[in-house]
């Protein structure tokens, strides 16, 4: 068998792929490192594994595996008896411009089409049971999960059906023609990664209902100048609104080391021309992301809570600050038993 990660060393400049008759298991993590793979082939005596057009199938045919990096592949029509879409099956496909899904097809991951830069449109068959298509975007059947925009769709303004409430991880990243998102009220998590890179992507209106915001949702959306959180979102992951125009902007940072977004801290940076040993999150926070605190200084020996904070997320009192020695919080021990705090909050818990 190969060995998850085997080809993690050296292995950008490797072109072909051959596998031997002896074989038996390939992780699906064994190709992530092969950028220039071009070619898989497979021994036609191997029981367990075939190769088409140097494409790698599971011997039946009903699992896609991989479609090298450097396929020659524009077009690509899934064969229909495929069932299932192996994670890392399509991504960073360089050449690959359209794919139609079979109605065969029951399973699909969420990141499958992760760094499929040319990719223009995404067909599910209208028989297909389990996934549909609106464009050339891919949803569950049911329209509650959104899980891939093209790279290189022309859609700008994504008008998302008012069933969906999930966005899935990466679904939409890197989508450079997109400008606006309008969310509609069912939506209820936006996932990691999940507007990642979205250059031209304007502020969208989040909806009251979403609960939840993952790490690097809007992470390098340039234009995205947010100024409302929905106070049902009760948790928001790490560096989720980074790199945007709201990030940017100096009225949204408290004495130039913490980043706030309408009654959350997202975020502090500290340098090392910084020495206070004393930490005073603002009045009016409800909410505080997801590793807050991963470059706070290390001089700070004592934080203070106000009485307006709810939230707590996962990993903000871990490592950092280093020396934190004093948790000020002005609540009851009663009020204080009704924040809500996530896991990874090792200091606290001490």
């Not at 500290?270 to 909410?287: C, M, N, P, V």
């Amino acid at each position: 068998g190969l060995l998850d990660g085997c080809f993690e060393l050296n292995s950008y400049s490797l072109q072909t792929l051959y596998i031997p008759e002896t074989v038996r298991t390939i992780p699906g993590g064994v190709f992530k490192r092969c950028s220039s793979l071009n070619s898989i082939s497979v021994n036609e005596n191997n029981e367990y594994y075939m190769s088409n057009n140097g494409i790698l199938y599971n011997k039946s045919i009903t699992e896609l595996l991989k479609v090298p990096p450097k396929s020659a592949v524009i077009n690509f029509n899934i064969p229909n008896t495929v069932t299932a879409i192996s994670k890392s099956a399509l991504s960073s496909c360089a050449s690959l411009e359209t794919v139609t899904i079979p109605p065969s097809v029951i399973n699909i991951e969420k990141t499958v089409f992760t760094d499929c830069n040319s990719l223009k449109n995404i067909n599910a068959d209208a028989e297909n049971e389990y996934y549909t298509s609106i464009d050339g975007i891919l949803y569950d059947k049911n329209k509650t999960v959104l899980m891939a925009v093209p790279k290189k769709s022309a859609v700008a303004k994504l008008d998302l059906p008012d069933t969906v409430e999930t966005i899935g991880e990466d679904a939409a990243s890197d989508c450079e023609a997109l400008t606006e998102v309008i969310f509609p009220e069912s939506v209820k998590v936006i996932e990691d990664n999940a507007f990642d890179g979205c250059s031209n992507l304007e502020s969208p209106g989040l909806n009251e209902g979403l609960t939840q915001i993952g790490d690097w949702a809007f992470y390098g959306c340039e234009k995205l100048n947010i100024t409302k959180i929905p106070e049902t979102v009760t948790a928001i992951g790490g560096f989720a609104f980074w790199a945007t125009a709201a990030e940017e902007n100096p009225e949204n940072w408290q004495d130039g080391v913490r980043f706030y977004l309408d009654g959350c801290l997202l975020h502090s940076k500290e340098d090392e021309a910084y020495t206070q040993t004393k930490l005073e999150i603002r009045d009016g926070t409800r909410l505080i992301a997801q590793s807050s605190f991963l470059y706070a200084s290390s001089t700070i020996t004592e934080i203070v809570i106000p009485e307006s904070l709810e939230y707590i997320n996962d990993y903000v009192f871990s490592s950092s600050p280093s020396k934190l020695k004093t948790v000020l919080c002005y609540k009851t021990p009663e009020e204080w038993a009704a924040v809500t705090g996530g896991s990874g909050n090792f200091i606290l818990n001490d």
